[in-house]
Nanobody, 115 residues
Framework: QVQLVESGGGLVQAGGSLRLSCEGS????????MGWYRQAPGKEREFVAA????????HYADAVKGRFTISRDNAKNTVYPQMNSLKPEDTAIYYC????????WGQGTQVTVSS
């Protein structure tokens, strides 16, 4: 059974940093393009960042470009975003999944940025 488990969220002041993790019990994890998404209260889930299977190509939403860096460790079936210069508008539940959300969504991890 495919399972995505996100962790690493928390409360941080504006300007601070967090590093999230997502471990996937996915067959052939290294063959999948993986992404991070987020959902703020009262809003729809939105794309944040994506990384190719090899890690050689990345893509970011304009709102996080220059502040977030996505990476992956295929040996650990894990994908990370390093989030720097956090803003209150980054407050959301963060999820990982493939491009297009192929797998069942995990519980996510809450990120709260205080002003």
């Amino acid at each position: 059974q495919v399972q995505l488990v996100e962790s690493g969220g928390g409360l941080v002041q504006a300007g601070g940093s967090l590093r999230l993790s997502c471990e996937g019990s996915v067959v052939a994890f290294s063959s999948w393009l993986m992404g991070w998404y987020r959902q703020a209260p009262g809003k729809e889930r939105e794309f944040v960042a994506a990384i190719s299977w090899s890690g050689g190509s990345t893509h970011y939403a304009d709102a996080v470009k220059g502040r977030f860096t996505i990476s992956r460790d295929n040996a650990k079936n894990t994908v990370y975003p390093q989030m720097n210069s956090l803003k209150p508008e980054d407050t959301a539940i963060y999820y990982c999944n493939t491009d297009g959300g192929v797998f069942p969504w995990g519980q996510g991890t809450q990120v709260t940025v205080s002003s």
